[in-house]
Structure formats: C-alpha cells, structure tokens
C-alpha cells in the first residue's frame, strides 16, 4: 500500500494535470475547480475538487488531512466554482459533524472502493468501509454548496 506522502505526490501530479484541462474547457466527472481567496494573503488559489451530487444537494467533501482549501473555504465569504468553460459564484456551508455522517456513509456505498480507501491512506479513517468513514466525521470536512 502507498504511503500517504507517496499517495499525495501522485495525487498532486494528476491535478495538475486536471487543472490544465479544466482551463482548456475540457470537462469531465465530478471535477471541477474551485477558486478561493488566500486566507492571509488574499491572492486567489485554485484547487480541483469533485463536487458530489447526494440527495439533491451538491457537497464538496475533504480528502486530505491539513488539506489548504479547507482553512480558505472557511475564511472566505464565497468561492467561485469552474467546470469546463463556465463558472459560478457559490458559497460552501460546512456541514455540522453529527449531519456528515450520512453524507460519508453514503459516499462510500455508492462509490468505487478506490474513495473508501483514498480516506484510510491519507489517515483520516481507520477503515474503508461506510460505517468507519462515517464515524470519522469529526475529521473529515463536508461543505454544502448553495447558489449565490
């Protein structure tokens, strides 16, 4: 198994490469690019994130330990959301811990196992299995994303 540090480093190569065709307007998956301003420094930052569709809501769910975006999301009043060619302002709500726990159970059963493991990798959960992400919660940032 990759070690979490192994595990970022190839994760940061392919966003790179996700960011690239993102700003060529080539679409694709749950990916989008999410445009924060820098919470001490004010300057822009652009991350690729998977935006969920659950329940007829859209989350944007952490999966990194110490993960920048998380502390911009949070000190910024709205963000600005990219995916091909088009973009829109939207503001991202944390999710209360005990509200999350479904959202993750229900990520997890309904996604590749590869998303219930990338959580034990980066050490965030002790399994991959639903109920053990679920019950790290308290770990794992979930913010709802609503219309401006």
């Known amino acids: ?9 190839m994760v940061n190569a ?4 996700v960011v690239g065709l993102q700003r060529l307007g080539i679409a694709f998956g749950p990916m989008q690019l999410l445009t924060v301003a820098g919470r001490r420094s004010g300057v822009p930052r ?15 769910i952490q999966a990194y330990p110490k993960a920048a975006w998380v502390a911009n999301v949070r000190a910024a009043a ?14 991202l709500v944390e999710v209360p811990v005990e509200e999350r726990r479904p959202i ?24 991959s299995n639903p109920d053990a992400v679920a019950d790290a ?4 940032a979930v913010f709802r994303v609503e219309s401006v």
């Open 46 to 60: 652009t991350f690729p994130i998977a935006v969920i569709p659950q329940d007829g809501e859209r989350y944007i």
């Open 78 to 91: 709205d963000v600005t959301l990219t995916r091909g060619r088009r973009s829109a302002t939207a503001r």
């Open 104 to 127: 993750l159970r229900k990520l997890v059963e309904t996604s590749p196992p590869s998303v219930g493991n990338r959580y034990v990798t980066t050490g965030l959960a002790e399994a």
């Open 137 to 140: 919660a308290g770990r794992i």
């Open 14 to 17: 392919g966003n790179k490469l």
């Open 1 to 9: 198994m990759a070690t979490a540090q192994n595990y970022r480093r």
